[in-house]
Nanobody, 119 residues
Framework: QVQLVGSGGGLVQPGGSLRLSCAAS????????MGWYRQAPGKERELVAV???????NYADSVKGRFTISRDNSRNTVYLQMNSVKPEDTAIYYC?????????????WGQGTQVTVSS
């Protein structure tokens, strides 16, 4: 059974940094695009950043220049380096990936990790 497990959230002060990780496990043949989304209280889930299997990246305008997405294909892991964080970055962050397992290809979500930016 394929799973995505995210980690690295927590409380950080404005202007600080945080690194999120998300690892895929199970019988995996290949992974396509991997990304991070976030959902703040009372708001819809939104795309933060995505990285393709070839390494191309795309970011939400609100995080460009502050966040960096990367992936380690040998570890089936995607990262989100968050720098110069702001209170408006407070949200639950979810990882997402297109994964081809032994018998099928599906889109998977991680369980979510809370990021709180506050002094």
């Amino acid at each position: 059974q394929v799973q995505l497990v995210g980690s690295g959230g927590g409380l950080v002060q404005p202007g600080g940094s945080l690194r999120l990780s998300c690892a895929a496990s199970g019988i995996i043949k290949s992974i396509g695009a991997m990304g991070w989304y976030r959902q703040a209280p009372g708001k819809e889930r939104e795309l933060v950043a995505v990285v393709t299997s070839s390494g191309m990246t795309n970011y939400a305008d609100s995080v460009k220049g502050r966040f960096t997405i990367s992936r380690d294909n040998s570890r089936n892991t995607v990262y989100l380096q968050m720098n110069s964080v702001k209170p408006e970055d407070t949200a639950i962050y979810y990882c997402n990936a297109d994964i081809r397992s032994l018998y099928s290809r599906n889109n998977y979500w991680g369980q979510g990790t809370q990021v709180t930016v506050s002094s």
